[in-house]
């Protein structure tokens, strides 16, 4: 399925290099694969990622 989604510029540059890098045409492949992982988390593994997420630096993109 086709959609649109907003993604701020650096995020979309950090998905081309990381797309290229692995000799994708586009980042499609990329946002498949993140989202599978992400909805096969439980649930409160989901909750701790996204608070370390916020108040670490090097979690953010």
Known sequence: MRTT??????????????????GERGFSVLIDETLKRHLGMPPQAISRRTGVERSSPEWRM
């Open 5 to 22: 989604i907003e993604i701020d510029e650096a995020k979309l540059v950090k998905l081309k290099k990381m797309a290229a890098e692995r």
